[in-house]
């Protein structure tokens, strides 16, 4: 059976995450790790897959990171979009404050922000993007009908099992995708006229194959006793989510979700990451040379497990999901 693995790189600045103290004035975006993209497109050639580059609007204004996503494009590779709302035109007060989710902004502001990275990455690559991510993920079906008004046919922010409520925005909590997980791979779906792509993640241990029972037990919240739950379970062997992305796991778990996701018919992996996580010292995740290295080797070993277990072929999302 052919599997079509999918690599969806949020494409982001270094700091995006580091909010400016009080006084400091607008933060200032660094970009060491979309100009030195280079490394991680010769890694993905070299295991010939292409890669789907979800572009926020800053790295696509920063010329150095455009060329080498030019490059990339020009290669094979796709382009898409990354919204990050609180960086893209145009601005609110709320955008120096928090990191809101799209949701949290009036109809007209939310719209006119997808509006301009849209316009903003056709401008600078030369071709409307046709994929989406959300920036932390923040998905609704207000955001559906805007991507499809603005030429989307893809949106990729599910992450099934997983409830981001305890993340808070400006004032409200994230996405809940805990209906999501069921018993075999999330793969494509239609949601009106786009496509929704979720990201791969499954359950393993004992009741792991049963998807959705085990893993809305404790998926839906973050206090206490349910983070007890969801240790309980996971040092029993009984279940555990894992979610296939370089440096969320342990090596051999990644391997193992890897597996099962092929032995359990999966038609497509989408595995994803933050451009940052491949570069040293730009992400929590890469602080030092030694996490680097850990990261590709994390990469390399999921797709080895993956081709083990199927014929892999690689793909952008856009080619995936035409033929659908």
Not at 14 to 30: A, E, F, I, R, Y
Not at 103 to 130: C, M, W
Not at 195 to 221: D, I, K, N
Request: glycine share 8%; with cysteine.
């Amino acid at each position: 059976m052919t599997l079509r693995l999918v690599i969806t790189v949020d494409t982001e600045p270094d700091n995006q995450w580091t909010m400016p103290k009080p006084g400091d004035g607008p933060q200032k975006l660094t970009f060491d790790n979309t100009r030195n993209l280079g490394p991680l497109m010769e890694f993905f050639r070299q295991l010939h897959t292409p890669v789907t580059w979800l572009t926020s609007y800053s790295v696509a204004r920063d010329e150095a990171s455009a060329r080498v996503l030019r490059q990339a494009a020009a290669a094979g590779d796709e382009i898409g979009a990354h919204l990050h709302a609180w960086e893209t035109p145009p601005f609110t007060p709320a955008d120096a404050q928090a990191h809101p989710y799209i949701y949290e902004y009036e109809a007209a502001i939310r719209l006119e922000k997808l509006r301009t990275v849209t316009s903003t990455l056709s401008d600078v690559f030369g071709a409307q993007p046709a994929s989406y991510r959300a920036g932390r993920w923040g998905i609704d079906d207000i955001e559906y009908e805007n991507l499809a008004a603005l030429g989307y046919s893809i949106d990729t922010s599910v992450v099934p099992g997983h409830s981001f409520r305890p993340s808070r925005g400006l004032a409200r909590g994230g996405p809940d995708f805990a209906a999501y997980l069921t018993g075999g791979p999330a793969g494509p779906s239609r949601v009106g006229p786009l496509w929704e792509v979720p990201v791969s993640v499954t359950t393993l241990g004992l009741l792991g194959s049963a998807g959705a029972p085990c893993a809305r037990v404790f998926s839906t919240r973050n206090d206490l006793l349910s983070r007890a739950g969801r240790k309980a379970m996971s040092v029993a062997g009984l279940c555990r989510m894992v979610w296939l992305r370089p440096l969320m796991h342990p090596r051999a778990d990644l391997v193992h979700a890897a597996r099962m996701l092929a032995r359990r018919g999966a038609g497509l992996v989408n595995i994803m990451f933050h451009s940052s996580e491949a570069w040293q010292g730009t992400s929590p995740r890469s602080r030092t040379s030694q996490d680097v290295e850990h990261f590709y080797g994390d990469m390399s070993a999921i797709v080895r497990a993956l081709r083990d277990e199927s014929d892999l072929q690689g793909s952008t999302l856009r080619a995936a999901v035409a033929s659908e």
